[in-house]
């Protein structure tokens, strides 16, 4: 039976879910120890409540949110990995947890070196030279692509007007475009679901900086005409940037640099695990070639002799891009993660993800579109337009999928699929449970035949039902009403 109280509502005069120990001179009183300025002129209204009623009532709350912990999440080119749990007793220990970022550099030696072979680890992954750990997101490591991207220019003397992205990218790709003072120019994807190196060669130009293209695309499907692609950006003195959200499905058999990359951008909350979701947390990291290494945002780890230090005597650098060294506490679960699964593990994790992913597009394109029925990597976009015409839209299908207990994927993205269901099952998901994804999901069509309404009015048995979304994002209400 789910608890529908307030926390306030629960709150009774003088319990209290903590107690303090005295301090030397024998008082308990934390008001007397702290300058009148500093205090309150009214207490703050906070719930006086037990330390079990505290405790029961979060937990309870918890089981109403799904998460990777409670069920399949299988939202496409977000990778909600299963993270291990030895991410947090890392990120727990007391010489990481109680570092404060304005140490000095004596005093942090263990925290740089990490810093340091976690940026070499990510070089030697994608075989390229020189990473920053800096960008505490893939959306914010792009605009620091493109800021490389447009020194270099800059150095070479012609920052250029344009760059190239396919009409498959991520939002974000034109916005970081944007942002980063360039114009954006789209190119289509074939009827294959790639992008055509003659395409490219018809918009490619002397005003043109480079190419942004995530590989395998978010269809899902690997760009096996990049190598011609670099050529010709190459050639014409452009730069290939690598969106990297899609990792997952390379690590350990394909490296960027190798498929004629400049540089390419980590999601590492993604691909080396890191619980994300719901605005962070993130990190991100940008690995370049040698070229573009003295442009990479300063201060960067770096190592004299047996010493660790933050280099800041960087004159071509772009600059600080973020306060500190980025989100320390992510890329130490990024270097735990991939330190416990070496070079054969994550070789596995691509392999798994691409089985997975596979795997699951055989059981399902049956019954719903699939627009590219060719091998993918480790995600699929189906399309859920036969339903639409039967009654059901793509939305429906994810909210029925809650009562179900799985989290809908990706929906209604990318953009150039109609009605889509964008699904990575990951390297982490039995084969059993990629068997009840299917089987919900194949059930969920059998039930647009036969009773519509049960799948238009879902979901039915989570803790809030169907909103009128448009109404709540416009008349924003989070008053409880008994």
Known sequence: MTDDV????KSRPGRTGFSLAETD???K?????????????VPAELPEISKPELVRHYVEMSTRNHHIDKGFYPLGSCTMKYNPKINDTAA?????????????????????????NLGTM???????????LQPVA???CELVGLLVIRAAMKKRGNVRKKIIIPDSAHGTNPASVIMAGYDVVQINSTERGILSADDVARVMDEETAGIMITNPNTLGLFESEIEQIARIVHDAGGLLYMDGANLNALLGHVKPADMGYDMVHFNLHKTFSTPHGGGGPGAGA?????????????????????????DNDRPDSIGRMHSFYGNFAVLLRAYTYICHLGSKGLNRVSENAVLNANYLKELLKGKYELPHDTICMHEFVLSGSQQKKRGARTLDIAKRLLDFGFHAPTIYFPLIVSEALMIEPTETESIESL?????????????????????????????????????????LDISYKG
């Open 6 to 9: 307030l926390i306030y509502e």
């Open 25 to 27: 001179a024998g008082d």
């Open 29 to 41: 009183n934390v008001d007397a120890l702290i300058p009148e300025k500093y205090l309150r002129a």
């Open 92 to 116: 727990a220990l007391p010489g990481f947890a109680n570092l404060h970022p304005l140490a000095e550099e004596g005093n942090c030696q263990g925290a740089l070196e990490l810093m340091y």
């Open 122 to 132: 990510l070089a030697e992954i994608t075989g390229f030279a020189g990473t920053t």
């Open 138 to 140: 893939g959306a914010q």
């Open 286 to 310: 940008l690995s370049v070639t040698e070229e573009l290494i003295p442009f990479l945002p300063r201060p960067m780890p770096a190592k004299d002799g047996g010493r660790y230090y933050l």
């Open 435 to 475: 068997d009840r994804f299917a089987a919900a999901m194949l059930q969920i069509d059998r039930e647009i035949d036969k009773n519509l309404e049960l799948v238009t009015s879902a979901p039915h048995n989570t803790p809030v039902k169907r909103l009128n979304e448009v109404q709540a994002t416009k008349t």
